[in-house]
T-cell receptor, first 111, second 114 residues
Framework: GQQLNQSPQSMFIQEGEDVSMNCTSS?????WLWYKQDPGEGPVLLIA?????ELTSNGRLTAQFGITRKDSFLNISASIPSDVGIYFC???????????FGKGTSLLVTP | NAGVTQTPKFQVLKTGQSMTLQCAQD?????MYWYRQDPGMGLRLIYY???????DKGEVPNGYNVSRLNKREFSLRLESAAPSQTSVYFC?????????????FGSGTRLTVV
């Protein structure tokens, strides 16, 4: 599958801080997705992006589909303890069939 | 609506033993997938099934076989378990065969091979 580079690998922040993470690919993607995985559970879809330049929000979460179609960003504003988990970017390119996943960003939020 | 159901949730195997991981979805999705998750490696695709009656290899298929029993069920079999197969296994399904609506994941099977 296509390699997705997700950064940072981990973040340790205080409650109330904003968070930003990103994902890049060497190939063009036509779909970008962001998932969150709570401990002991499967990933759950947060935001889906289908067009270059698209900016989509879901509550305190905002994600953008990069203009080059090779990157995507996820921002979390005013973090709270329940934001703790692993965030995965995922993308789908025309040359592949199944979603490709990044290695994840582990987020820890202290009260 | 249960979504994607995986059984068992936990399993310990001895090296060389065989077992089948079960997955069923009740969303009438055409496509189903098996991933494994290892620390620092993210989610890696083992096998997928674009539709009932078809299966294809993913990124890490060695040591595994799959069966798409019907539209609802997609099983993963380990014929001779090895310690390298210790992992968390996730089944997922999607509406479109190209997954544009994203995947719905099960809660995982935690497998330890000793």
């Amino acid at each position: 599958g296509q390699q997705l580079n997700q950064s940072p690998q981990s973040m340790f922040i205080q409650e109330g801080e904003d968070v930003s993470m990103n994902c890049t690919s060497s190939s063009i993607f036509n779909t970008w997705l962001w998932y969150k995985q709570d401990p002991g559970e499967g990933p759950v879809l947060l935001i889906a992006l289908y067009k270059a330049g698209e900016l989509t929000s879901n509550g305190r979460l905002t994600a953008q589909f990069g203009i080059t179609r090779k990157d995507s960003f996820l921002n979390i504003s005013a973090s709270i303890p329940s934001d703790v988990g692993i965030y995965f970017c995922a993308g789908y390119s025309n040359s592949g069939y199944a979603l490709n996943f990044g290695k994840g960003t582990s987020l820890l939020v202290t009260p | 609506n249960a979504g994607v159901t995986q059984t068992p949730k936990f399993q310990v195997l001895k090296t060389g033993q065989s077992m089948t991981l079960q997955c069923a979805q009740d969303m009438n999705h055409n496509s189903m997938y098996w991933y494994r998750q290892d620390p620092g490696m993210g989610l890696r695709l083992i096998y997928y099934s674009a539709s009932e009656g078809t299966t294809d290899k993913g990124e890490v298929p060695n040591g595994y076989n799959v069966s798409r029993l019907n539209k609802r069920e997609f099983s993963l079999r380990l014929e001779s378990a090895a310690p390298s197969q210790t992992s968390v296994y996730f089944c997922a399904s999607s509406e479109w065969d190209r997954g544009n609506y994203g995947y719905t994941f099960g809660s995982g099977t935690r497998l330890t091979v000793v």
